[in-house]
């Protein structure tokens, strides 16, 4: 292909895909238990910016890691607090999360626009950098992306091969009947909630700390949005939420690059082409019976115990 | 410009005398209103905007009290916003992105005693101005700098969305690129949003990743310079002086200042003498701005970029100066003549030898 590397457009594309993967497999978790959280883009840009901010002051990126952990996950406490305890609406509060997030990040950035970080290093990998092809695409990375990619089968795992995944998977698709059979609903959706807003928080400093070195407002441009499609069209799977992260992510480094090269495809369409494609694929795998059933039961309604 | 609004001036003052009206007292204090499309803290379009209210504020003093909004989204949520500051008693509010247009005509139709002022826009009113910047002025000298700073003679240029504004502003460059390097071709990569730093880091990376050694940017965000300064490359700031960014990678930036037209406008309002007018200013009025270029650039090559600044600024030369070719290989400026300004507010086509398709 003309100008176009794929070694290096592999490797752009893992890094591309990274945030939308972190948050998506938060968010498939917090769904798996029966929750509907939309309030990933506000957890995102508060771990964004909290992350940036931490790793300012401290001078260390990993604990700037932690910082927008602890911060997606205070925002997403928040959320649970209102859903599980006072019972608000899951749909509204999710929207109130983010447009709360956005403003908030706003605020703590205000003092941190203009700053720039340094790249935090690669993971040296001795040997397995120097495998041609697969060395400078797979093992040339940050250990943050390796992260998420053992978060693909840590979930995986924690769903349906252990004992705890097994009982929040019982939380979500029939939350009455869980309850009756002594769980603690609420305690277990509370800490699945926490688990994904610091997920999101993850993703979103991935995009601060790693990609762009910087705070910028409203930096994260929709891209919780995207992680609450991938769940959906994923059918709450793991695996399928790499591939559509991936397929997100790739699809967006290509048409970039495509347009670079000159290829007589108009760039509207190639500006599409991340959406529509990633839809598509993932609308013909969800289309088996099996796929069609995966929605948790309890997606998104509330929880009492007198119910 | 200064005929053209005492002109103006005195055609409005003589409308007033003859419809019998008082003319305006002059003003003691003026509130000033800005509506920004972004946030201020963007380091690029919006800041430089928000640096105009803040020269003003300093030029005028107590007299002058001015107020912002940011973040306002072109559609009809900005008609509510332009609103809400005619009725907080803005005497004269600044609505500074395009998307701004149809919105500030309706609101301005509400409220005649309110003078209203539309960057890069086309549509005016008794109580509407419009004003824009020459932009593509600066795209010259910096075409110049990267045509003889590649070295692949490859130069990646990152642009939003395909409207006369931009492609003016890659026909200059590229005019200027070619005249300095005749083997200089262009990559070009639309991403379809003003500020995105995540995509125009993406883009950016493509670029370089396909053999560009220099990149030149037409959206807001200074995440290319960022990445420019960590591959050793060379990279140009769009709006607003981003060498920080980019301490070596940084060449220069076009800068916009939009103090002077702002002071000059507000002080219209204080003497009462403020007429709608339609002014797209450049280097020459102060409007766009090249700043010093980085000391470590070759300083003969220094000189150059600062001969060719110097002949914009004195109106010694066009960057549209025939005889120019359309991609098509029409002819649109003949040998000897420049460019008017009609021709460039239009220009929905790539100059010859650019190797790429403009998005329709």
């Known amino acids: ?307 | 410009m200064k005929r053209r609004s005492f002109l103006a001036g005195t055609a409005a003052a003589a409308t007033a005398a003859a419809a019998g009206l008082p003319a305006r007292a002059q003003a003691d204090k003026i509130k000033a209103g800005f509506i920004y499309v972004g946030p201020i803290t963007d380091m690029g379009y919006n800041y430089q905007h928000n640096v105009g209210r803040e020269d003003a504020m300093a030029h005028f003093g107590d007299a002058l009290e001015t107020v912002y909004v940011e973040n306002v989204p072109e559609g009809p949520d900005c008609e509510r916003i332009l609103t809400q500051l005619a009725l907080d008693g803005c005497d004269i509010i600044f609505a500074t992105s395009f998307g701004f247009m149809d919105p500030t005509i309706n609101v301005a139709a509400k409220f005649p005693d309110v003078k209203f002022e539309h960057a890069t826009g086309f549509k005016t009113a008794d109580n509407v101005a419009i004003y824009n910047a020459r932009f593509y002025e600066g795209r010259a000298v910096i075409g110049h700098l990267a045509g003889k700073l590649t070295k692949s003679n490859q130069i990646g240029y990152i642009v939003p969305v395909p409207i006369p504004e931009v492609i003016m502003g890659i026909n200059a460059a590229f005019i200027a690129a070619r005249k300095a390097n005749p083997d200089v071709q262009f990559k070009i990569i639309w991403i379809y949003d003003w500020h995105n730093p995540q995509k125009e880091a993406d883009a950016a990376k493509a670029l370089v990743e396909q053999g560009c050694d220099v990149l030149m940017q037409h959206t807001d965000s200074n995440a290319p310079i960022t990445l420019a300064e960590e591959l050793g490359i060379h990279a140009f700031g769009q709006a607003a002086d981003m060498s920080a960014y980019g301490p070596n990678a940084c060449v220069t930036s076009i800068v916009d200042n939009w103090g002077p037209y702002y002071i000059e406008r507000i002080g219209m309002m204080f003497d009462g003498s403020w007429a709608t007018s339609d002014q797209w200013l450049g280097m020459p009025e102060g409007v766009i701005v090249v700043p010093e270029i980085n000391a470590n650039i070759d300083p003969e090559l220094r000189a150059e970029a600062d001969a060719i600044r110097d002949s914009i600024i004195n109106r010694e030369y066009h960057p549209f100066t025939g005889p120019l070719n359309k991609q098509d290989g029409t002819e649109f400026v003949a040998a000897g003549e420049v460019a008017d300004d009609g021709t460039l507010l239009n220009m929905m086509f790539y100059v010859e030898g650019i190797d790429a398709e403009l998005p329709s």
């Open chain 1, 1 to 307: 292909m003309g100008g176009i590397d794929p070694i290096l457009l592999l490797a752009s594309l893992m890094v591309a895909s990274t945030p939308i993967l972190l948050a998506a497999l938060g968010e498939l978790v917090v769904e798996r238990a029966g929750v509907l959280n939309l309030g990933v883009e506000g957890m995102m840009i508060t771990g964004a910016v909290c992350g940036f901010a931490a790793t300012v002051l401290t001078g260390s990126p990993w604990l700037g890691f932690v910082a927008a952990a602890l911060a997606g996950g205070v925002m997403a406490l928040i959320f649970g607090v209102l859903t599980q305890y006072l019972l608000s609406n899951q749909v509204a509060t999710g929207l109130a999360l983010t447009l709360f997030g956005l403003g908030l990040s706003a605020l703590i950035g205000q003092s941190y626009a203009g700053i720039t970080i340094d790249r935090p290093p690669s993971l040296n990998l001795p040997l397995l950098r120097d495998i041609p092809w697969l060395g400078p695409i797979v093992f040339r990375h940050d250990v943050i992306l390796y992260l998420s990619l053992a978060m693909v089968v840590a979930i995986w795992w924690f769903l349906t091969r252990s004992r705890g995944g097994l009982i929040l998977r019982a939380v979500g698709e029939n939350h009455d009947a869980a309850h009756a059979l002594g769980y603690p609903v609420i305690a277990i959706r509370m800490a699945a909630i926490t688990f994904g807003g610091a997920m999101a928080g993850t993703g979103g400093a991935y995009i601060s700390i790693m990609r762009l070195r910087q705070w910028t407002e409203g930096m994260t441009s929709g891209a919780g949005w995207i992680a609450l499609a991938i769940v959906v069209f994923a059918s709450w799977r793991s695996g399928r939420v790499l591939l559509g992260a991936y397929l997100f992510g790739g699809v967006t480094v290509l048409q970039l690059n495509l347009q670079g090269a000159g290829f007589r495809i108009p760039a509207v369409l190639l500006s599409a082409s991340p959406y529509l494609i990633t839809i598509i694929v993932l609308v013909l795998m969800s289309l088996s019976r099996n796929a069609r059933n995966a929605t948790p039961g309890n997606l998104g309604a509330t929880f009492h115990a007198s119910n």
